[in-house]
């Protein structure tokens, strides 16, 4: 399992993969960060320890709620 430094950002660089597949990395960084976590993240929380940008993670979140609709937690 993914062990979370909370002082430096998971870097997607390292990942294998070419642009097309820059979303689903993106989304796979969430994914493990949230399962390393085991609670629910503020986008704060996820901005710091995935280091990618508020607009990216709305929009990969946004996708998230879309696919699963009534799974986000307040």
């Not at 993240?41 to 696919?67: D, N, W």
Request: proline fraction near 5%; glycine fraction near 6%; charge should be negative.
């Amino acid at each position: 399992m993914l062990e979370i430094d909370n002082n430096e950002p998971l870097d997607i660089s390292k990942k294998d993969g070419a642009n097309e597949n820059s979303s689903m990395l993106k989304g796979i960084v969430i994914l493990e960060a949230l399962a390393a976590l085991q609670q629910p993240a503020t986008l704060a929380q996820l901005m710091q320890i995935t280091g990618m940008p508020k607009a990216s993670l709305h929009r990969t979140l946004a996708i998230f709620e879309e696919v699963h609709p009534g799974s986000r937690t307040h």
